[in-house]
């Protein structure tokens, strides 16, 4: 897992050649105005994912995996909290892996948590187990946040 700034995402094209276009498109567009839904980019190859969600505690969220893509999650609105724990220290998922929607989950607790803010991004490699949308303090309630999927 990487946590940088948005001003440092040059250090990070490198690791995989669509992260240019991808912090491209998130620098020269106001997002946090854009309607929610879903942007393609490149296909199935690179989409961004404009969410108004819910947040939750640290008890109620789940670790989650993916496969096929590399996650690069961008808090807009507000601070949010995530949790981490690497895959290989997981026993079994609550059930089977999802082939379809390139996920599982896991109800193991995290190892670490740290708190993102916006203008920060992470991003999150199929090792890494991962537990976002959780409320960095009781009075948030909602994030508008991007969440990029990456092709591997």
């Known amino acids: 897992m990487i946590i940088a700034r948005i001003d440092d995402a040059e250090r990070y094209y490198a690791l995989h050649p669509l992260l240019k276009l991808l912090f491209d498109y998130v620098r020269e567009h106001d997002l946090l105005h854009a309607p929610a839904g879903r942007i393609e980019l490149q296909g199935d190859d690179l989409c961004i994912n404009v969410n108004d969600t819910a947040l939750v505690s640290r008890e109620e969220q789940k670790l989650e995996v993916h496969r096929r893509y590399i996650d690069v999650h961008f808090p807009l609105s507000s601070a949010e909290d995530y949790g981490w724990r690497h ?66």
């Open 87 to 152: 895959l290989t220290t997981l026993n079994e998922s609550d059930a089977p892996f999802d082939e379809v929607n390139d996920y599982a989950l896991y109800t193991a607790p995290a190892d670490k948590w740290f708190t993102l803010q916006p203008g920060e991004f992470c991003i999150v490699f199929p090792e890494d187990a991962h537990a976002p949308v959780v409320a960095p303090a009781p009075g948030i309630k909602s994030i508008r946040k991007l969440v990029a999927k990456v092709k591997i």
